[in-house]
């Protein structure tokens, strides 16, 4: 079903973002026929392109970003006629003009900008918009992580948008939210009547949320150096990970009823301090090694900084301190240049109270529903059966497994797809309320402090292994282990 006509203005329309992500997603949609036919994208930056030129960049950039087989040269022309530029400088003066006399074309449609820019220009963006009138009733302003460095500069961020835009017009991105098996994680617990009655500490013994990379920063060393694993990943997307799991079940399915719930969830983390940290958390850095190609660099060389103490790995053992969850550990863990490309949710059930097999039927192992966010997106719930044959009771650890690529042979949308249009119907439930964000760094800014001060460094880890060998501690201290060595 196509959306209702919009004017979609990307700043930061010639960056990264828009060219490998945003314009990528917008063509799939208008493959689709999501798009009405007066929709228009909007590129802004200082430089100064014009339509054909920035037609141009938008046609190589489908080019690289989209599949050759999901691109049909009528689409990619008719595509081409929605976009236009403007050149404008965020920080100055020069463009608002102009800005403004081509969105006065299309004023009582919706209006959504898209801040793809520096958190540090969101504000000054967002002020000036509302300076210059251009914010009506239906605009949006879409704005993505880093949302702030702390909670003081997150508070700092929301203030400054929230000083122009409505919390119902602000849309801010945790892309993870909108990757299809994120999604279904809500479509397993609440659309299926088995796990609810389990979904608990008498049933549950501990939950592993793994987001593993292969790559390493990417060019991106001056902003992750200052960030890293923590704040990079842990703060938004690993913490929206926990949240979706162990949230209540919401009344409906509208933004705030699922919003307040994972808020609790976030409220309810039990802190960790300079008291716990060492024992509840485990950074490390990578050094020389293995990647996707070959061998790659340590961290410290990619960075050009060998005193730098920025974790690319870490692993927490988080818990949340409510009746639901109490003496469930939760550990998390994500890092760069990790074994695989890998992001799970593993949900291991509690071992069977009393065995009535004797010792030759083999080892039982405790059920795991294992939730496979990518790469190959699916569900498999460890059982233990009975091996077949004559050779009496011998039991085997076996996966019912449900592989999406097999059991649906459709495109998986990329996350941007689902969410710039989620922006552009106004449904906020896959987007980050004010008071989440800032909650999350109310659980994260204690432990980035006890980090702080520790005389320590990370722990070094060989490039293309599971991260330092302290992690694997962490969790063995406990008397289990990480599922993707097991
Ligand atoms: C981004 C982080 O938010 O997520 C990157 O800034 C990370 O460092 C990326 O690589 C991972 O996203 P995905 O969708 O590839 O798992």
């Known amino acids: 079903i196509a959306v209702d006509p919009f004017d979609l203005v990307v700043f930061g329309g010639s960056g990264d973002l828009a060219y490998r992500k945003l314009l ?39 080019e690289e970003h989209v599949p050759a087989d999901e691109r049909q040269p009528e689409a990619v022309e008719s595509f081409l006629q929605r976009i236009h530029f403007v050149t404008v400088d965020a920080m100055g003066d020069a463009g608002w003009d102009q800005l403004a006399a081509v969105l006065e074309e299309g004023k009582d449609r919706i209006r959504a900008f898209y801040l793809a820019v520096g958190p540090e220009l969101f504000g000054t963006i967002c002020k000036r918009l509302g300076q210059e009138g251009l914010v009506t009733p239906e605009t949006r302003v879409i704005i993505e992580k880093p949302i ?50 389990l979904w608990n500490n008498a049933s549950i013994e501990h939950v592993q949320i793994l987001v593993a990379e292969t790559l390493g920063v990417e060019g991106r060393g001056g902003y992750y150096d200052t960030s890293g694993a923590l704040r990079d990943m842990v703060q938004n997307h690993i913490l929206q990970l ?80 409510n009746w639901r969850w109490a003496g469930v550990p939760f550990y998390l863990r994500t890092g760069k240049r990790l074994a695989a490309r890998m992001s799970e949710i593993i949900v291991s059930f509690r071992p069977i109270p009393h065995s009535i097999f004797d010792q030759g039927a083999g080892a039982l192992q405790q059920n795991k529903l294992v939730i496979r966010l990518q790469p190959d997106e699916g569900v498999r719930l460890w059982l233990m059966i009975k091996d077949p044959g004559p050779g009496g009771m011998r039991l085997r650890y076996v996966p019912l497994d449900m592989s999406f690529a097999q059991a649906f042979k459709v495109r998986s949308p990329d996350a941007y797809e689902r969410l710039i249009l989620d922006v552009i119907r106004g449904n906020q439930t896959l987007f980050m309320r004010r008071d989440e964000v800032e909650a999350a760094w109310r659980w994260i800014d204690p432990i980035a402090e006890a980090w702080d001060h520790s005389s320590e460094r990370p722990k070094g880890y060989t490039a293309g292994t599971w991260g ?5 501690a962490l969790i063995e201290r406990e008397g289990h282990t990480w599922h993707d060595e097991a």
């Open 24 to 62: 990528p997603a917008l063509f799939q949609r208008h493959s689709d026929g999501q798009i009405p036919p007066t929709g228009r994208i909007i590129g802004i930056s200082r430089r100064p392109l014009s339509d054909d030129e920035y037609r141009a960049a938008t046609r190589k950039a489908l």
């Open 148 to 197: 702030g460095h702390d909670l003081a500069s997150a508070c700092a961020v929301n203030d400054a948008v929230g000083s122009v835009f409505d919390e119902s017009q602000i849309y801010r991105i945790d892309h993870y939210l909108g990757k299809e098996t994120v999604q279904n994680l809500m479509a397993l617990r609440f659309g299926n009547t088995l796990f609810e009655p």
């Open 242 to 321: 926990l949240c979706l799991v162990a949230m209540e079940p919401p009344a409906h399915m509208d933004a705030d009823s699922v919003r307040d719930e994972k808020l609790k969830v976030l409220r309810s983390l039990v802190p960790i301090t300079e008291t716990n940290a060492a024992s509840t958390t485990v950074r490390g850095q990578y050094r020389a090694g293995a990647g996707p190609g070959g061998s790659v660099p340590g961290y410290t060389s990619e960075v050009e900084n060998q005193d730098t103490k920025t974790e690319t790995f870490v692993a927490i053992k988080a818990e949340i301190g």
């Open 468 to 472: 330092p060998s302290a992690s694997v």
